[in-house]
């Protein structure tokens, strides 16, 4: 497996620039994610498991992440209330950093200066959504063909120049 590459007059680039596997039907607390991936919010050591929402409008972090980024979420842009298949949430939008994870030997992570949803209200997991986060980053998933395979592609909107790192001409 390695990157996915696009055509333009007869010239191939890489279009991501990792790679990661991606959980289906990943239980987290009370809570089924559907498709999973592995991300972290701002500068964290550690990584948390998101759904993956191209649904969502916004992204969503619950109060304890907020707390434990502390001072790299940038202060409120807005208050708005957010409608949920969980219910109404009112809340803030910030800015903190998001970095999709690649594994090991799979290219780069990739971190996105993302908009989130805060609130002290929300008990619910991590969701990365379109709007301020999924519209900066080009994404495709190959369910593989066997279990275990599934593969979670990710780039740069706008491309990813990775000549140097995959000796391929510029």
């Known amino acids: 497996m390695g990157h996915l590459f696009r055509s333009s007059g007869g010239?191939?680039?890489?279009?991501?620039?990792?790679?990661a596997s991606f959980l289906t039907s990943h239980g987290k607390g009370y809570w089924r994610l559907t498709l999973a991936v592995k991300c972290r919010i701002g500068n964290t050591e550690g990584q948390d498991i998101a759904l993956l929402d191209t649904g969502a409008e916004w992204s969503v972090i619950d109060w304890e992440t907020a707390e434990t980024v502390g001072d790299e979420l940038g202060p409120p842009?807005?208050?708005?209330r957010l409608s949920t298949r969980l219910g109404d949430y009112s809340g803030s939008l910030c800015r903190v950093?998001?970095?999709?994870?690649?594994?090991?030997?799979?290219g780069c992570d990739l971190c996105v200066d993302g908009t989130v949803f805060v609130s002290e209200q929300w008990e619910g997991p991590v969701v990365l959504g379109y709007?301020?986060?999924?519209e900066k980053v080009r994404i495709a998933f190959d369910p593989g063909s066997a279990p275990n395979q599934e593969t979670f592609f990710f780039g740069p909107v706008g491309g990813y120049d990775a000549s140097a790192d995959l000796d391929l001409p510029r």
């Open 77 to 80: 842009t807005e208050e708005i």
């Open 11 to 19: 010239i191939h680039t890489p279009w991501s620039s990792g790679f």
């Open 97 to 106: 950093k998001i970095t999709l994870l690649a594994e090991e030997g799979c």
């Open 131 to 134: 709007r301020g986060f999924l």
